[in-house]
């Protein structure tokens, strides 16, 4: 069984950055497509990034130019790099893995506990 367990969010200010990272216990991430999702107070769900297991990327209109994500198979760790942050990018931050590097949360079997990311002055 896969556990993913996320790290690195926080209050950042507008223009800040920020770097998330989730790690995975018990399995390898190596033959899992990985995603970024967020969910904002009253808001549905919605797909941030995914990355395939040899470094395809996919990002949401709304973070592309501003996001990174990236993945390292030796230490099962999957990034999102943050740049660039503004107000509506608050959110809880969840990773999940699946078999497609697509943003629609269905198809994602596993899942984090979340992050919470506010930017904020």
């Known amino acids: 069984q896969l556990q993913l367990v996320e790290s690195g969010g926080g209050l950042v200010q507008p223009g800040g950055s920020l ?3 989730c790690a995975a216990s018990r399995a390898t991430l190596d ?9 904002a107070p009253g808001q549905e769900r919605e797909g941030v990034s995914a990355i395939t297991s040899d470094g ?15 993945r390292d198979n030796a230490k099962k760790t999957v990034y999102l790099q943050m740049n660039s942050l503004k107000a509506e990018d608050t959110a809880i931050y969840y990773c999940a893995s699946g078999r497609l590097p697509v943003l ?13 990311v506010t930017v904020s002055s």
């Not at 033959?31 to 969910?39: I, K, L, S, V």
């Not at 395809?56 to 990236?70: E, Q």
């Not at 629609?104 to 919470?116: D, E, I, L, M, R």
């Open 104 to 116: 629609s949360a269905a198809h994602y079997n596993y899942w984090g506990q979340g992050t919470q």
């Open 19 to 21: 770097r998330l990272s």
């Open 56 to 70: 395809s990327t996919n990002y949401a209109d709304s973070v592309k130019g501003r996001f990174t994500i990236s």
């Open 31 to 39: 033959t899992y497509a990985m995603g970024w999702f967020r969910q």
